[in-house]
C-alpha cells in the first residue's frame, strides 16, 4: 500500500529525516510514544520550507464526519496551492501528531462526537498522553492553546485558525476567560484569525491580550487608515484594532523581528472575514444578543457555553454564520500561508536555515542552555572533520542519467528578396543565425529542475576533448556537480556528444542531426557502476532520457528501482522512445505491471507516445494475465467510454487515439504527461483505492472510472487535459529547444518536494514558456518559480 501510495500519488510516505542539527533541533523520532512529528513536517523545517500550523477542534467538535474530512483536505490543499507544507496537529490514540497523515487525520475526524475524542487544551495534554502511556488511546481535536503548545515544540511560528476565544460577556465576574489568551501571552506563535468570537467581550479581550503582552494587529485587507478589529462573523466589531498591517510581508517582518528578541509571547493577526460572505454588523449582533439571552437563562456556562452559542447562532441565522464560518477559515489558510512564504524568505535571508530557538527540543519539554551546550560539543566532537565532511556524499532529491552534449542551433533568417520562403532550401547553403551553447536533454533537465529548487546532479558522460572539457566547466560554473559525470578517451574513439537543430523562419524545428555513440559506450552499461552512483546520491528521483542505448536504460532502471527510486522517462524522440520496451532493457520486459512496475512517469509528446504504445504492443506487453487483471480493475465501461473520454480530452485528441493508448499504457507506466504543443499537456493517473480524488466533488470531472472492488488496490483512472498556461505571440518565440526538457524538469524538482502533479504541471508550463522566449536550451529565468515550489 506505502508503495502504491508513493508511485502514484507521490506524497511520499518514508522522506528521510534530516539532521536538524542546522536548526538546532532534536529530529524527533517517530517511535515517541507521547510526541510525533512527520517526516514532511521534520523535512520543511529542517531545509526553511513555510510550515503552517492547523487545529483539529474544528474537525473534531465543529464539523460532522464526513464534512469535516472534506474541509480538513480542502485546508491543507490551500496551504500547499499557496507554497506552504500543512502541519495539521492533532491527538490520535494518545500521541500528539504534528503533520498528520490523510488516513491519519480521517481516522481522527471519524470519532467526531465521541466522548473519547476531548478538546484538548494546554492543561489536557499530560492527561490524554497519560492515559496512553496507561492503554487509554484516546483522540483529542486541540484548540488554539492546545495547537499552539505543539506547534511550538516542533518548531513551527506561523498557526492559522478560525476563531480566537477571549473573555466572556461577564467575565469580570465569572472569570470566564479563554486558555488562548494566557497562550498567546508565553507561546511565540504567530496566529491568524479572524479576531476572536463576536458574541466575546471584544473591549476586554483586547485589554487581556495587552495586559498578557501580546502584539495585535489587524490586516487592512484594501482598507484605508485606523481599521476596526473584525467580529468573527462581521468585518467591524466598533472596537479599533491596537495596530493595522499592511500585507503579509509586514506581518512576516514583525514575526522576524519578535523572533530576534528574548520574548516569549505570541503575535495575534486578525483577518476579517471575506466582504462577500460577511454578515452585517447589526443582523449578527441582535442574533447573538437573543444567543447569549438564552445561555444565560438556561445557566449553561462554562465548556458547554461556546458550543451552545454558536448552535444558536447558526439557527437563528438560517445558515448564513456557517457560510461566513467556513470562508473566513479558507481566507485565513490562505493569509496565513503567505505570511509563512515571506519568513521563509526572510529567514533564508539571514542564514542557511531557520534558527528556531537556543534549546534542544525533548518531548513536551526541553533541555537547559548548560545542557544544549553540552550536547553541542559532544555532537562537534563525534562529528567528522571537514575534510571527511566534503567526502561524504548527501542524498539528493534528483539524479538526471542523461544526455550532455554541445549544441549548435541554426534559426533560418531568409533575405528581405525571398521573405515568403518560410523554410530553408535544401541542397543548398542558407542564410541563419547560429549558435552553440551547453545542451543534451539530461542537462536540460538538469538545470531546469536546479533552478526550479531542487538538489540535483547529473549523470552523463564526455569525451577528454576540447567540447567535452567545455562543458564540464559549464556544468561546474552553473551551479551543478560534476561528480557524476564520466570522461572517456578520445584515443579510444569516444567522441562528446553533439546535435544540430537547424530551425525555420517561426523557430520550429525543420531538421536535426545528432552524434549521441558515446552514450551507447560499452563502458557505460555496467549495473555496479549506476548502482553505486545511486548508493551514494540516494535520490528520491531519477530521470532517465532514451538518449542511452537500452542496454544502458536497463542498467539505469535496475539500480535506481534496487534504491527504491521513482524513475521517470523522457522519450528524447520517435526513434528512442521504443528503446524502453527493446528486448535489452531487460528490467522493462521483466518488471511487470503495478505495484512491480519500474517507471512511475513518462513525459512524451504525443508522436512519442505512440512510438512507445506501439514498442509495448509489438513486445506483447499489452498480451499478458497481469496486464488484463490490471486494465479489468480500471472499471472502465464498455459502452459510451468513447463519449467519456472526449467530454475530458476532447473529440479531436480521441479521433487520435491519444487517451486510449495512455490507458493501455498505465499498468506499465501509473503516469503519463502527454505534451501536446499548442493544445497544452494530458494527464492519465492511476488512483489507489483510497486516494482522495476519488470522493472529492472538485475531482469528479476528471475521474474517467472507478473500481468499486475492495479486492484491488486500484482505485479508478484519472484524466485532465491541462490548456496552454498562456497564450505566446509568434513575436515573442525565440526558440523552440528545451522547452519540453524544461517542463520535465520543473514536474520533476516539484514531485520530489512533495507536490502531485496537478499541482506541478501549470508550474512547469509557465517555466516551458520562459523558456520558449530565451535563447538558451533552459530560461534562467526559471529561477523566479522556485517560490512556488517552496
Known amino acids: 500500500m506505502a508503495l502504491l501510495y508513493r508511485a502514484w500519488g507521490f506524497k511520499s510516505l518514508s522522506r528521510s529525516c534530516r539532521r536538524l542539527a542546522i536548526t538546532q533541533?532534536?529530529?524527533?523520532?517517530?517511535?515517541?510514544?507521547?510526541?510525533?512529528?512527520?517526516e514532511e513536517v521534520q523535512d520543511a523545517l529542517a531545509t526553511g520550507k513555510p510550515v503552517v500550523a492547523l487545529e483539529t477542534t474544528i474537525y473534531t467538535h465543529g464539523f460532522p464526519y464526513p464534512e469535516n474530512v472534506a474541509l480538513s483536505s480542502h485546508l491543507e490543499s490551500l496551504v500547499r496551492v499557496n507554497g506552504g507544507v500543512p502541519a495539521t496537529i492533532g491527538i490520535l490514540n494518545g500521541t500528539a501528531r504534528i503533520g498528520m497523515q490523510t488516513e491519519e487525520l480521517i481516522e481522527l475526524v471519524s470519532t467526531a462526537g465521541s466522548e473519547n475524542t476531548w478538546k484538548i487544551s494546554r492543561r489536557d495534554l499530560g492527561f490524554i498522553g497519560g492515559l496512553g502511556l496507561r492503554g487509554q488511546r484516546l483522540n483529542g481535536g486541540t484548540t488554539i492553546a492546545g495547537t499552539m503548545?505543539?506547534?511550538?515544540?516542533?518548531?513551527?511560528?506561523?498557526?492559522?485558525?478560525?476563531?480566537?476565544?477571549?473573555?466572556?460577556?461577564?467575565?469580570?465576574?465569572?472569570?470566564?476567560?479563554?486558555?488562548?489568551l494566557t497562550e498567546l501571552g508565553r507561546t511565540p506563535v504567530a496566529v491568524i484569525s479572524s479576531g476572536c468570537k463576536s458574541f466575546l467581550d471584544i473591549p476586554r479581550t483586547l485589554e487581556y491580550l495587552e495586559t498578557q503582552g501580546v502584539g495585535v494587529g489587524t490586516f487592512a485587507d484594501g482598507r484605508e487608515g485606523n481599521v476596526d478589529f473584525p467580529a468573527f462573523f462581521s468585518r467591524d466589531s466598533g472596537v479599533k484594532s491596537p495596530k493595522?498591517?499592511?500585507?503579509?510581508?509586514?506581518?512576516?517582518?514583525?514575526?522576524?523581528?519578535?523572533?530576534?528578541?528574548?520574548?516569549?509571547?505570541?503575535?495575534?493577526?486578525?483577518?476579517?472575514?471575506?466582504?462577500?460572505?460577511?454578515?452585517?454588523?447589526?443582523?449578527?449582533d441582535s442574533i447573538i444578543s437573543?444567543?447569549?439571552?438564552?445561555a444565560e437563562e438556561k445557566s449553561i456556562r462554562g465548556n458547554a457555553n461556546t458550543p451552545y452559542i454558536l448552535k444558536r447562532i447558526r439557527e437563528l441565522s438560517q445558515g448564513s454564520s456557517v457560510k461566513a464560518n467556513k470562508a473566513l477559515v479558507e481566507a485565513n489558510v490562505v493569509r496565513g500561508t503567505k505570511v509563512a512564504v515571506e519568513l521563509a524568505k526572510l529567514e533564508r535571508r539571514d542564514g542557511a536555515a531557520p534558527q528556531r530557538e537556543n534549546n534542544v527540543v525533548t518531548k513536551f519539554g526541553s533541555t537547559s542552555k548548560m545542557e544544549a551546550s553540552k550536547q553541542a560539543a559532544s555532537a562537534m566532537a563525534d562529528s567528522p572533520s571537514p575534510q571527511a565532511q566534503a567526502q561524504e556524499t548527501q542524498p539528493i532529491d534528483i539524479l538526471v542519467a542523461g544526455s550532455l552534449a554541445s549544441d549548435t542551433i541554426c534559426d533560418y533568417q531568409p533575405f528581405d528578396d525571398f521573405p515568403t520562403l518560410p523554410s530553408p532550401v535544401l541542397h543548398t547553403s542558407n542564410p541563419s543565425s547560429i549558435s552553440q551553447s551547453a545542451g543534451g536533454v539530461g542537462r536540460n533537465v538538469a538545470m531546469a529542475a536546479h533552478l526550479a529548487g531542487a538538489k540535483v546532479s547529473l549523470a552523463s558522460v564526455v569525451a577528454d576533448d576540447l567540447a567535452g572539457s567545455s562543458l564540464l566547466d559549464h556544468i561546474g560554473?552553473?551551479?551543478?556537480?560534476?561528480?557524476?559525470?564520466?570522461?572517456?578517451?578520445?584515443?579510444?574513439?569516444?567522441?562528446?556528444?553533439?546535435?544540430?537543430?537547424?530551425?525555420?523562419?517561426?523557430?520550429?524545428?525543420?531538421?536535426?542531426?545528432?552524434?549521441?555513440?558515446i552514450l551507447g559506450r560499452p563502458e557505460m552499461e555496467s549495473l555496479e557502476y549506476w548502482t553505486t552512483i545511486m548508493s551514494q546520491n540516494k535520490p528520491k528521483w531519477v530521470v532517465a532520457d532514451a538518449n542511452w542505448s537500452p542496454a544502458i536504460?536497463?542498467?539505469?532502471?535496475?539500480?535506481?528501482?534496487?534504491?527504491?527510486?521513482?524513475?521517470?522517462?523522457?522519450?528524447?524522440?520517435?526513434?528512442?522512445?521504443?528503446?524502453?520496451?527493446?528486448?535489452?532493457?531487460?528490467?522493462?520486459?521483466?518488471?511487470?505491471?503495478?505495484?512491480?512496475?519500474?517507471?512511475?512517469?513518462?513525459s512524451p509528446n504525443s508522436i512519442e507516445l505512440t512510438a512507445i504504445y506501439n514498442a509495448a504492443r509489438d513486445a506483447m506487453m499489452f498480451e499478458s494475465e497481469q496486464w488484463w487483471k490490471v486494465v479489468d480493475s480500471f472499471g472502465l465501461a464498455g459502452t459510451g467510454s468513447r463519449d467519456r473520454l472526449a467530454s475530458i480530452a476532447g473529440s479531436d485528441l480521441v479521433d487520435e487515439g491519444i487517451p486510449q493508448q495512455c490507458i493501455q499504457l498505465l499498468p506499465l507506466i501509473p503516469n503519463l504527461v502527454t505534451k501536446l504543443g499548442h493544445r497544452g499537456c494530458l494527464l492519465m493517473s492511476l488512483l489507489r483505492r483510497m486516494d482522495e480524488r476519488l470522493t472529492r466533488p472538485e475531482y469528479a470531472p476528471y475521474i474517467l472510472s472507478r473500481n468499486l472492488s475492495d479486492s484491488s488496490e486500484i482505485g479508478g483512472v484519472y484524466m485532465r487535459l491541462f490548456p496552454p498556461s498562456r497564450e505566446v505571440k509568434q513575436e515573442e518565440i525565440v526558440s523552440v529547444n528545451g522547452i519540453g526538457d524544461t517542463m520535465l524538469g520543473v514536474i520533476a524538482a516539484?514531485?520530489?518536494?512533495?507536490?502531485?502533479?496537478?499541482?506541478?504541471?501549470?508550474?512547469?508550463?509557465?517555466?516551458?514558456?520562459?523558456t520558449l522566449k530565451s535563447p538558451e536550451a533552459v530560461s534562467p529565468e526559471v529561477r523566479s518559480i522556485q517560490a512556488r515550489l517552496m
Open 750 to 770: 516539484g514531485l520530489a518536494k512533495g507536490y502531485t502533479l496537478e499541482d506541478v504541471i501549470p508550474i512547469a508550463q509557465d517555466a516551458a514558456v520562459l
Open 25 to 38: 533541533h532534536r529530529c524527533l523520532s517517530g517511535k515517541d510514544k507521547l510526541f510525533q512529528v512527520s
Open 149 to 180: 503548545v505543539l506547534a511550538h515544540l516542533a518548531g513551527i511560528k506561523i498557526f492559522a485558525t478560525g476563531g480566537l476565544g477571549g473573555v466572556h460577556r461577564g467575565g469580570e465576574k465569572s472569570m470566564d476567560v479563554s486558555a488562548d
Open 477 to 517: 560554473q552553473s551551479g551543478l556537480t560534476t561528480t557524476n559525470i564520466r570522461q572517456l578517451m578520445t584515443t579510444e574513439g569516444a567522441r562528446t556528444a553533439q546535435y544540430v537543430a537547424v530551425n525555420d523562419s517561426s523557430k520550429d524545428l525543420v531538421l536535426a542531426m545528432a552524434d549521441m555513440s
Open 290 to 294: 437573543q444567543a447569549v439571552a438564552e
Open 553 to 602: 536504460l536497463s542498467s539505469i532502471s535496475t539500480a535506481a528501482k534496487a534504491h527504491k527510486a521513482m524513475l521517470a522517462f523522457e522519450p528524447v524522440s520517435t526513434a528512442k522512445a521504443a528503446r524502453l520496451f527493446h528486448k535489452a532493457n531487460n528490467v522493462m520486459m521483466t518488471g511487470g505491471v503495478v505495484p512491480n512496475h519500474v517507471v512511475s512517469l513518462a
Open 244 to 284: 493595522v498591517i499592511l500585507d503579509e510581508a509586514d506581518a512576516a517582518a514583525i514575526v522576524y523581528a519578535q523572533s530576534q528578541f528574548p520574548v516569549q509571547s505570541g503575535l495575534l493577526f486578525a483577518n476579517p472575514v471575506p466582504e462577500h460572505s460577511a454578515m452585517p454588523k447589526q443582523d449578527i
